[in-house]
């Protein structure tokens, strides 16, 4: 059986299955990688000036704030779901975000990249955002292999009913 790891102010809860241990340090290089790919498009290398050039400011921030709003909001309820609110055990959340995908936070998460990539119109941060998202598939692989280790058919069954990423129309 797979531990996974918990954070040391939640490891007497039994209601967490746990996460992949680097997962947050991993964010944090992705998100230092992404700013200085970004960064240095725009003010240095210059890849992407070429469409900067063409499309109007005001395009790139019309799609950036609902993104931004929708990617904080997917981030904020799923982080309160399953750290504010404490269970008596582990149990499938299904209620809120968690019924539209079964990561709303990575979700969130992708989105707010995208939301700068959008912003910024920026080549090499598009390139980094690719690598963004396998790294957040992957860490939900991670996660949902610890969960049907300890739900079962109860975290299959959500699987089938939920997707992991893109909601269902």
């Known amino acids: 059986m797979n531990k996974g790891h918990k954070r040391h102010n939640y490891e007497k809860r039994v209601d967490l299955a746990g996460e992949y241990r680097w997962g947050d340090a991993d964010q944090i290089i992705l998100f230092i990688i992404f700013v200085i790919g970004m960064v240095s498009d725009l003010f240095f290398i210059k890849v992407s000036s070429s469409w900067q050039d063409v499309i109007p400011w005001y395009f790139p921030v019309i799609?950036?704030?609902?993104?931004?709003?929708?990617?904080?909001?997917l981030?904020?309820?799923?982080?309160?779901?399953?750290?504010?609110?404490?269970?008596?055990?582990?149990?499938?959340i299904r209620s809120g975000v968690f019924g539209i995908v079964r990561h709303p936070i990575y979700l969130g998460s992708i989105l707010i990249f995208l939301s700068f990539v959008i912003l910024s119109l920026s080549l090499v941060s598009l390139i980094i955002w690719f690598v963004i998202i396998i790294f957040y598939y992957f860490i939900c692989r991670y996660?949902?292999?610890?969960?049907v280790e300890r739900l079962g058919e109860k975290?299959?069954?959500?699987?089938?009913?939920?997707?992991?990423?893109?909601?269902r129309i």
């Open 63 to 73: 799609i950036f704030i609902p993104l931004i709003f929708i990617s904080g909001y």
């Open 155 to 167: 975290y299959r069954d959500y699987m089938k009913e939920v997707s992991m990423l893109i909601p």
């Open 143 to 147: 996660e949902e292999k610890l969960l």
């Open 75 to 92: 981030v904020q309820s799923g982080l309160k779901k399953v750290f504010k609110e404490e269970r008596k055990e582990l149990e499938v």
